[in-house]
């Protein structure tokens, strides 16, 4: 193949919106992002997706749409200084051209604040058209100035089937130099490979066509070849972004939706990925408590065990007791009744301030609180028939006596609401 300097994905960047390929769910007929385009009157936006779905290109070619200067800016390399001087060539554009501008930041989330905020009276005066990109969820990542100036469009990760369109298109455009004998289902792999993600499709085939022998002048492209180019190719996971977060929610709704299976992928999931296994132990430890609770207190000690296995064995051990908790949270009885309990409690502790501890709660270590009533009327459970001193209250006055803890009728929490209820029954035949 003859040495291009420019990696693939960025010669065969397209030019015009014919050429773009995913995000139809935006750039459909009567769509916001369509009629702007048709209009040629664009506005600022954010294009939140994840990486390799077209957030780059769009953002050029609807700065082509428009008619507009279009200047790059990346976060990651830009400073204060670089935006003074995008602002001021935005503005010389708009003062010698009569040409609008659109500012185009890649990864706008690393920006800090007072970064993006040196955007906000040029989006509010209209110097620029602002097109940020991100892979972070907006709403965490930017300002909320920033973000009502602007309008969200979430792209998608892009599907096999648009994958093999980019991949065949690609092919077309190298076979001008040499042919390619690539089978369709190996193609079909590599798409598969690619995770969603335009760009390491392209960036894959180019190092295919690196490994890939030459016959007869014909790069031949088998299964090998390949496998050798995508081992290590780990499907898309951020440790601290949003795509982390997703992924341990759905582990955690699988665990509370009694669905072992689904639960032990997204687990593995997030292993291949590279997510430590101790924080996935310290969320089955979490879901133990909250989703199981009483229901099955063996559940907690089960996640407990799992924590310590892997704290002291390291993987693959500790990782397959993780997964044996995962399997057993998922299957167990659920209930969320002590979750509940605690977060009404802890309401009600905040909203009603320092309420003082009834006098026979108190301990009464010395003469001059035995004298002033500490202690005086409580009467030691233990002395009462069935351990149980029936009648007496712990809440302060202020409150009156609340129930929040209502056991599920599942596994272990049966037991406990009958005998809360036979306590009941004693509480108020002594009333």
Do not use: C, F, G
């Given at each position: 193949m003859t040495i291009q300097t420019a990696p693939l994905a960025t010669r065969l960047r397209p030019q015009t919106f014919e050429d773009f390929i995913g995000q139809t769910h935006l750039l459909a007929t009567q769509k916001p992002l369509f009629q702007a385009i048709q209009t040629g009157k664009l506005h600022s936006m954010i294009l939140w997706g994840p990486p390799g779905t077209g957030k780059t290109t769009l953002a050029q070619l609807l700065a082509k749409a428009s008619k507009a200067n279009f200047i790059n800016l990346?976060?990651?390399m830009t400073g204060l200084k670089d935006i003074r001087e995008a602002i001021d060539a935005a503005m010389r554009a708009e003062e010698t051209e009569n040409k609008k501008t659109v500012l185009f930041v890649d990864e706008v989330h690393r920006f800090n604040k007072n970064q993006q905020d040196a955007f906000l009276p040029f989006v509010e005066n209209g110097t620029f058209i602002f097109i940020g990109a991100t892979t972070e969820n907006p709403s965490f990542e930017i300002n909320n100035a920033l973000l009502s100036r602007c309008r969200i469009y979430?792209?998608?990760?892009?599907?096999?089937?648009?994958l093999l369109q980019i991949i065949d298109r690609a092919i077309l455009h190298l076979e001008?130099?040499?042919v390619i004998i690539f089978d369709h289902p190996l193609r079909e792999h590599l798409a598969k490979a690619s995770d969603g993600d335009a760009r390491q499709a392209l960036n894959l085939l180019e190092l295919i066509l690196t490994l890939a022998p030459i016959q007869n002048n014909q790069i031949i492209i088998n299964k090998n070849i390949i496998q050798q180019a995508i081992a290590g190719n780990l499907p898309r996971f951020d440790k601290g972004g949003d795509l982390f977060y997703d992924q341990i929610s759905a582990l955690h709704k699988a665990v509370r939706g009694s669905a072992p299976d689904a639960a032990l992928y997204w687990f593995a999931r997030m292993l291949i990925g590279g997510a430590d296994?101790?924080?996935v132990a310290r969320r089955v430890v979490r879901m133990a408590s909250e989703d199981i609770g009483n229901a099955d207190p063996k559940?907690?000690?089960i996640a407990l065990n799992?924590?310590?296995v892997q704290e002291r064995l390291g993987s693959p051990e500790g990782?397959?007791?993780?997964a044996q908790a995962i399997a057993y949270m998922a299957v167990a009885p659920k209930s969320n009744a002590v979750y509940t309990a605690f977060k009404a409690?802890?309401?009600d502790a905040k909203e009603c301030g320092s309420l003082p501890v009834p006098l026979h709660l108190r301990n009464a270590p010395t003469k001059l609180m035995q004298s002033i009533g500490y202690g005086k009327t409580y009467r030691y459970d233990h002395d009462e028939p069935n351990a149980f001193a029936a009648g007496q209250t712990y809440f302060p006055e202020k409150i009156g006596e609340k129930i929040y803890y209502a056991p599920v009728p599942r596994g272990l929490e049966i037991k406990i609401q009958e005998k809360l209820s036979q306590l009941k029954a004693l509480s108020k035949a002594e009333n």
């Open positions: 990346s976060a990651v979430t792209l998608k990760a892009l599907e096999e089937s648009e001008k130099q040499q296994p101790l924080y559940a907690l000690q799992a924590w310590e990782e397959l007791a993780i409690a802890m309401q």
